[in-house]
């Protein structure tokens, strides 16, 4: 069965940590995404790739950085955690060309 | 997750019923439509999928049409279970600097009495 694995379930951290957040998909596919999921405003892009070292920004980039060193990892980063920031982070594949995207479980972060 | 639910429109049937969950989307340059379901806790999970090219589509217990003209989606559920309650999003293409990434919509929540 394909897999999109995010590293954690739940994360709390403290305001101003550095925080990764980690993706692993095991489906060989090009693309990866990283959206925020909040109440009333849905799944939002915060940033995507399309190849390994590369990366394009979402709608949301603000506060956030990515890596994407090797095909099958794409790695979220909040450079200074806020409260703001506070949400479910989505982790997403998909093949080139207009595909569905696998999703992960997400990851449910709180920043106290 | 448990909060995802707040917020958003609700379609409540009995299990059996059939069921139409609507969407309408924003960009008529839109050549490809997606339905996700999530369950609370889990991530969305693709259910079917459609290219402008058709207005219908049918899968097991579903079906999406496509009304191009006035930009609307449905997602039909026959026989609806318990195990259908979730939230549903539509999600479209959007072409953006040579790349194409998925919109999603707010989504319905779903719930199935027994």
């Known amino acids: 069965d394909v897999k999109v694995t995010q590293s954690s379930r739940y994360l709390v951290k403290r305001t101003g940590e550095k925080v990764f957040l980690e993706c692993v998909q095991d489906?060989?596919?090009?693309?990866m995404f990283w959206y925020r999921q909040d109440p009333g405003l849905g799944l939002r892009l915060i940033y995507f790739?399309?190849?390994?070292?590369?990366?394009e920004k979402g709608d949301i980039p603000e506060g956030y950085s990515v890596s994407r060193e090797k095909k099958e990892r794409f790695s979220l980063i909040l450079e200074s955690a806020s409260t703001n920031q506070t949400s479910m982070y989505l982790c997403?594949?998909?093949?080139?060309?207009?595909?569905?995207?696998?999703f992960g479980s997400g990851t449910r972060l709180t920043v106290v | 997750g448990e909060s995802v639910g707040l917020h958003l429109p609700t379609l409540s049937v009995q299990e059996g019923d059939n069921s139409i969950i609507n969407c309408a989307y924003s960009?008529?340059?839109?050549?490809?439509f997606i339905w996700y379901k999530q369950e609370s806790g889990k991530g969305p999970q693709f259910i079917i999928d459609?290219?402008?090219?058709?207005d219908k589509r049918q899968g097991q217990r579903v079906t999406v049409l496509l009304n191009k003209t006035v930009k609307h989606l449905s997602l039909q559920i026959a026989a609806t279970q318990p195990g259908d309650s979730a939230v549903y999003f539509c999600?479209?293409?959007?072409?953006?600097?040579?790349?194409?990434?998925?919109?999603f919509g707010k989504g319905t929540m779903l719930l199935v009495s027994p």
């Open positions: 997403a594949s998909s093949e080139q060309g207009l595909y569905g995207y696998t």
């Open positions: 489906m060989d596919h090009e693309n």
């Open positions: 790739s399309y190849d390994v070292k590369m990366k």
């Open positions: 960009n008529s340059a839109s050549d490809y």
């Open positions: 459609i290219r402008s090219n058709m």
């Open positions: 999600a479209e293409n959007a072409e953006g600097g040579g790349y194409s990434t998925l919109t």
